[in-house]
């Protein structure tokens, strides 16, 4: 055996493990892409009408999150509903509350305006998409 031998084996394994980061790079990446889902596979609006709940579950001035439905609903005036997605438009997390108006994201603490979708604070950029919503029968109809 030469000299040689184990410097062409460390080579080996640096490239070895240069691949390997690379691809739990990629993966990483992946994770936190900007393609509206949560992983779930779910899309960010809903494709069909969602039954939400009693209209009374959102108080006029107010809003409420459904956050199993992955949906956030405000009420500016009586018999006045606005409704968005509560799937981050960043990395796809859904929010886990409101506080004084502004829905939180839990991954990476970006904050919107739960009655307009607007991007308070990033790293998110684009807004939360509306969502048709609509009472009937006294029950939030959202999609």
Known sequence: M????????RTVL????AIAGAVGGGAALAACSTGGNSGSGSPAVPAAPVELGA????????SKLFREKK??????????YKA????CTHAGCVLDKIDEGEGNCPCHGSR?????GKVLRGPAT??????????EGGK???G
């Open 14 to 17: 640096k490239g070895a493990a």
């Open 112 to 116: 919107f305006d739960v009655t307009t």
């Open 55 to 62: 209209v009374s579950e959102v108080p006029v001035g107010g």
């Open 71 to 80: 949906l956030v609903v405000s009420c500016p005036a009586q018999g006045t």
């Open 140 to 142: 939030l109809i959202a």
């Open 2 to 9: 030469s000299a040689s031998q184990p410097a062409a084996r």
């Open 84 to 87: 968005f997605s509560a799937q």
């Open 126 to 135: 684009d807004p939360l998409p509306a969502v048709p919503v609509k009472a």
